[in-house]
């Protein structure tokens, strides 16, 4: 009869059994991988939101027209986004 009566047999049933397994194998591995990423991921926003901090009191000689200030103005801006966005994913993938 094909697929089904031989997944009756006690070879079959064996066979499903052991990829059953695999797979919960795969899911447990899974889960803990991205345990440590969610955990990677909020300490890496942390860090970053703590190092725009310890920049923001920092005054700069330059005007705020020069274009070194306009660079580090955008440097920040763009890590701040970057730590709110990791922060973020973090929360939806927990």
């Known amino acids: 009869m094909g697929f089904s009566s ?3 047999s006690p070879r079959g049933h064996g066979a499903v059994q052991q990829m059953q397994e695999a797979e919960l194998r795969l899911l447990e591995g899974m889960r803990k991988w991205m345990t440590q990423r969610v955990k990677s991921d909020r300490e890496y926003a942390g860090l970053l939101h703590h190092m ?3 920049s923001g009191g ?3 000689s330059s005007g705020p027209d020069s274009h ?3 660079s580090w103005a955008e440097i920040t ?3 701040e ?3 709110r966005v ?3 994913h973090a ?3 927990n």
């Open 6 to 8: 031989e997944l009756c």
């Open 52 to 54: 725009l901090q310890d």
């Open 58 to 60: 920092q005054s700069w």
């Open 68 to 70: 070194v200030s306009q």
């Open 77 to 79: 801006s763009q890590t």
């Open 81 to 83: 986004m970057l730590s």
């Open 86 to 88: 990791l922060r973020q």
């Open 91 to 93: 929360e939806d993938l």
